[in-house]
């Protein structure tokens, strides 16, 4: 069983109510999405699915923009609000109880950098959790319908950061560049050295430009990699 809490240096995260726990690849691209966007030039952001609001709270730790967090689950807002409150940056921090197309439906604003680690299963098997469904299965959420809605609530300079597992990347980079979206950096994911990639980390633009690709791993044996420890050094007790 998943603790109810996890407590990183600067902030606690309580995820008992919530589908989604906080993971290592999560963890993993909130630091990765801090260090390789310029979060000092931005002013909003927005987190699409946000859980139990653990990229809001990296991203707040490490910027002075105002954040956005849309949460279709009930009990996963609840859960997002109480650790905003709980945080450093409360009064930066925004939690919406509503499904992504409804919130830009009542909005006009647009983002510099919009984050999000969707639902990403596809046509494979459901748990009985109805709740853990929505958060896991794209259903909820398609790949189609968050290309549509980045095109919608990016701003033209902005940077959208997505994660998805390794075998739909290039599924999603066809899907973006048909909304006009290119792939300027990915990072793909390994457990260990030997395992094949398991996530793909990747920034999306509205302006073409050269694509930079590189990969991470996460353990190097029984220990954590240097490169994994470099990025989350900011947030984990351990480091």
Excluded at 34 to 45: A, D, E, G
Excluded at 192 to 207: A, I
Aim: proline share 3%.
């Amino acid at each position: 069983m998943a603790n109810s809490f996890f407590k990183f240096k600067q902030f606690t995260v309580h995820q008992d109510k919530a589908a989604m726990k906080v993971c290592t690849d999560a963890s993993l691209f909130g630091a990765w999405t801090v260090h390789h966007v310029s979060l000092n030039q931005l002013q909003t952001i927005a987190d699409i699915g946000t859980g139990t609001g653990l990229l809001s709270l990296m991203l707040a730790q490490a910027s002075t923009a105002t954040i956005d967090a849309i949460e279709i689950d009930a009990d996963a807002a609840e859960q997002a609000a109480v650790n905003f409150q709980n945080s450093p940056w409360f009064k930066r921090l925004n939690i919406h109880h509503t499904a992504i197309d409804n919130f830009l439906a009542s909005t006009n604003q647009t983002y510099d950098l919009i984050i999000c680690n969707p639902p990403f299963f596809n046509q494979q098997l459901n748990s009985p959790a109805a709740q853990r469904n929505l958060a896991m299965h794209d259903t909820g959420l398609s790949l189609p319908a968050l290309a549509t809605c980045l095109k919608k609530a990016l701003k033209p300079s902005g940077i959208a950061a997505i994660l998805l597992p390794w075998y739909r990347a290039e599924e999603w980079k066809i899907l973006a560049k048909a909304s006009g979206f290119f792939c300027i950096k990915e990072t793909a994911v390994k457990q260990t050295e030997t395992h094949t990639y398991f996530r793909s980390m990747m920034l999306m633009s509205l302006h073409e430009d050269t694509q930079h690709f590189d990969e991470i791993i996460i353990k190097q044996g029984n220990d954590y990699s240097e490169a994994f420890i470099d990025l989350l050094r900011s947030y984990y007790l351990a480091f």
